[in-house]
């Protein structure tokens, strides 16, 4: 094992000798070349492995809630189910809420869901989100509905009206 600036010198190895230097992977570094190969000379030889730190990428995603419309219930609940890396999580949000997943580890897959509410007048511009985190920048993934308050019913008056010179009072007219 060797950190940075060290060095391992072996001795008395006989001109000719072949031989192999493998170094392991480390998270988070990548190395140039994880191989040297050659022969022992008199003058000696070097294997020289330059690493470079390349953290992991990490990415999180943020769900927000919204809901518009006259007479919505700011204060209501809406389920979801966020399954990330196939672990599913349920959570809950109200209208100007929101929940952020962080630190998620690049190229998993995610599914958000919001439960169906429509037959309470929320209608969904979007009920699922599905993709991968790509550690490229945060996701924002917008729930917005839009309620729609059911109408109350309403009546139509139908009234004929006949004028003119002796129109029959009896004439019936079909609509």
């Known amino acids: 094992m060797l950190k940075h600036g060290q060095s391992a010198i072996f001795e008395q190895i006989p001109v000719g000798v072949l031989y192999t230097v493998i170094e392991q992977p480390v998270p988070g570094y990548t190395v140039?070349?994880?191989?040297?190969?050659?022969?022992?000379?008199?003058?000696g030889c070097t294997a020289l492995f330059t690493n470079t730190y390349a953290p992991s990428r990490m990415g999180s995603l943020t769900v927000t809630k919204e809901v518009l419309g006259d007479g919505a219930d700011l204060q209501k609940e809406f389920t979801f189910t966020a399954v990330i890396n196939g672990r599913s999580e349920p959570f809950v949000l109200k209208p100007g809420e929101s929940k952020t997943f962080p630190a998620l580890p690049v190229r998993i897959?995610?599914?958000?869901?919001?439960?169906?509410?429509?037959?309470e007048g929320y209608i969904a511009a979007v009920k699922t989100y599905t993709g991968t985190i790509t550690g490229e920048e945060e996701l924002l993934l917008p729930f917005v509905n839009v309620y729609q308050a059911e109408a109350e019913p309403g009546s139509l008056t139908v009234q004929k009206e006949v004028v003119g010179d002796n129109p029959d009072p009896d004439k019936e007219f079909s609509f």
Not at 32 to 43: L, N, S, V, W
Not at 109 to 119: F, K, L, N, Q, R
Request: proline content about 0%; aromatic content about 8%.
């Open 109 to 119: 897959e995610y599914t958000i869901t919001e439960g169906d509410y429509t037959a």
């Open 32 to 43: 140039a070349g994880t191989r040297h190969t050659g022969t022992i000379t008199k003058e």
